[in-house]
Each structure stands twice: as C-alpha cells, then as structure tokens.
C-alpha cells in the first residue's frame, strides 16, 4: 500500500520566496559592475560683450557619452536683467530651428550651430540696450537627457569697453615678445664671436703647421749639407796631405841630388 509523501515544513509567512533570488543577484551585481549613467554637460561662455548696433555670438556646445541622436534639441532662454521669468526665444529639434514669434528676438536671432560637431550656436542681431540679461541653453540628446544647463550674460555697450585681461594679455605678450627678441640678439652676437674665434684659431693652428714644416725642411736640408761639408772637408784634408807629402818628397830629393 502507497504512502502519500510527508508534507514538509511549513513557509513562515512573510519569508522571501526561493524564486526571488535570482532577481535581487541581477540587480546586486547590475549596481556594483555596471557603470551609472552619466550625466550631459552643457558649455557656455560666463558673458559676452556688444555694442548697441552691432550682432554677437552665443556660442554652445556639449559632451554626452551617447552619439548624436536625430532627436537632438537644442533650447535657448532669455531672462531679462533684473527680471525674474525666462522665455523660451529659441528650439531646434528634428533637424529645424523654431524661432519663438513672441519677444523683441523674433527677427533678430540667426541659427549657426552643427549638430553634427555638437554645436548649438546662435547669432542675435542688432544689438539694443534691452537685450542686457542672462541666455541659457538646455540640450537634450536622447537617451542622455538628464543634466544641467549652461548660462551665458551679455552685456550691451555703447562702445565696447576693453576688457583687463585683454591688456594684460597684450602687456605680458609684450614683455615675452621683448624677452625673446633679446635672447635671440645674444645668441645671435654669440654665433658670431664663437665663429670669429674658431676662425682665428683655424689660422694660428695653420702658421703653426707652417713653421713647424718650414722648420723640418730646415733641419732635412741641413741633414743633407752636413755629409756634403764632412766630405768638403775630407777632400781638403786628403788634398792638403798629399801636397804636404809632395813636397817633401821634392825637399828628399833635392838633397839627395846635392
């Protein structure tokens, strides 16, 4: 006769089901291996300056870890300076700029920006008093949407003043420029002499080589005279001792005739 198997221990309630493991390993190694997204950054110059008349660039540009996507945007806002709400004065989406047909921009703003090299550029036209004020661009690359926005403040002038850094920068290229063209001036007197001396030395080396052959040949040709003069006088010597002998052999026999 079969036994019907013993029913096993009981399931506390509340305790976490067997099949449940194996999602909380996902997302446990999920968290710890995979990297977390990263964020889109937005780049802005702090502020620009124009004169009144005149147009100016707001440049902007980005970095996301995605590639480009076709639902690139691309959003400019104007805050007025001393006001408290920004409009919206220009999008661009799906390929085309918008821009917004309310505001004092509507006929001033100017799309130079390639989504292509991550450039969302505009130019504002005609520059007035009241343009003064903050311009934020907001981009959105989907997936990367999530990130902070970047804000650039112009400011408008009757005449565009010149900014301190801009002398600074001119004083201190000044001075540089000075530094090195009196570097160059004293490496180049320096050449000049160095050659001069190796010149002269070139010189002094050959009057020396000339002496010291003019000596030599000195020397080998008193070499040569020396044997030419022992054998001079060899040859006196041998001529004087025979006429010596000679003559006393005429002496001998002048007295043996007497």
């Known amino acids: 006769m079969l036994r019907a198997p013993a029913p096993g221990p009981a399931m506390a309630p509340g305790a976490p089901s ?71 004065i220009f999008h661009y989406a799906k390929g085309q700029p918008y821009i917004d047909e309310v505001g004092t921009f509507k006929e001033r703003i100017q799309w130079v920006g390639d989504p292509r090299w ?47 850094g801009v002398v600074l920068g001119a004083v201190i290229g000044g001075v540089i ?28 080396s050959a009057m020396e080589k000339g002496k010291l052959h003019k000596a030599g040949k000195d020397t080998s040709k008193r070499g040569r005279q020396t044997p030419v ?3 001079m006088l060899d040859h006196s010597r041998s001529t004087k001792a025979a006429s010596e002998k000679k003559s006393k052999g005429l002496g001998e026999s002048r007295k043996d005739k007497k």
């Open 118 to 164: 991550k450039d969302g550029s505009i130019v504002i036209h005609n520059l007035d008093y009241s343009d003064n004020g903050t311009f934020t661009c907001d981009v959105k690359n989907p997936p990367d949407i999530v990130g902070k926005t970047s804000q650039v403040t112009l400011y408008v002038f009757e005449k565009v003043p010149t900014r301190y």
């Open 18 to 88: 067997s099949s449940s493991s194996p999602v909380l390993a996902v997302l446990l190694f999920s968290s710890l291996v995979l990297p977390p997204a990263q964020a889109i950054v937005v780049y802005t110059d702090r502020e620009v300056h124009g004169a009144v008349g005149s147009r100016v660039t707001l440049h902007c540009s980005f970095w996301s870890s995605e590639w480009v996507s076709d639902d690139l945007s691309f959003t400019w806002r104007y805050q007025p300076e001393g006001g408290r709400d920004a409009i919206s």
């Open 229 to 231: 003069l022992y054998a």
């Open 177 to 204: 420029g000075v530094v090195l063209l009196l570097l160059l001036l004293f490496y180049l007197i320096r050449y000049c002499w160095l050659r001069r001396q190796a010149a002269l030395q070139r010189r002094l």
